[in-house]
């Protein structure tokens, strides 16, 4: 008897959920730096966006804060991708045929590496509460789609590999 199909439910993620920590080129030394949130108070789902970060690089020292103002998210899989706050190259991004694949961290990975890898994807149903255009739903379609399943994976195997061959 052969194994049930492998199934992806989606967590209902959006791509705030993924802002917490992103991983980044460094502008001094190239190398893996982190923007991640100063510790203060939690701050409600809505500002989560706006509160301030931090850039360091344990490699060159780099330190820069970020303290509010102007953030916005990319858009688009043709251009590289950068983080919101520092305009930053993310370390997470490899070309494909199709186009860019990028990641904030490696959770933001991991779920995207599941969710390719399921034969078998389940959203949310219509008359369910919750984000409708989640992180997964906002996905390419190159990047949903079967026959570029492979092809995808590999892409998520290298970027992996590339953290953790620069830890």
Known sequence: ???????????LSTEYDFIDVILVRCPRCARIARVQAQPTAEAPPHT?????RRLVCRT????RTWQGGWAALSGGSRAPDH?????????????TRH????????RQL????KFVAAPLRERAPWYGTGPR????????????SAKNREEVLRAVDRMRACVVSAG
């Open 83 to 95: 983080d919101p706050y520092f305009r930053l190259p993310l370390w997470l991004q490899v070309e």
């Open 99 to 106: 186009g860019v694949l990028s990641a904030y961290n490696l």
């Open 48 to 52: 989560r966006l706006f509160t301030p």
């Open 133 to 144: 255009m989640t992180y997964v739903a906002r996905l390419p379609a190159w990047v949903k």
């Open 110 to 113: 991991d779920l995207l590496g």
């Open 60 to 63: 060159c020292g780099l330190s």
């Open 1 to 11: 008897m052969s194994p049930p199909p492998a199934r992806f439910r989606d967590p």
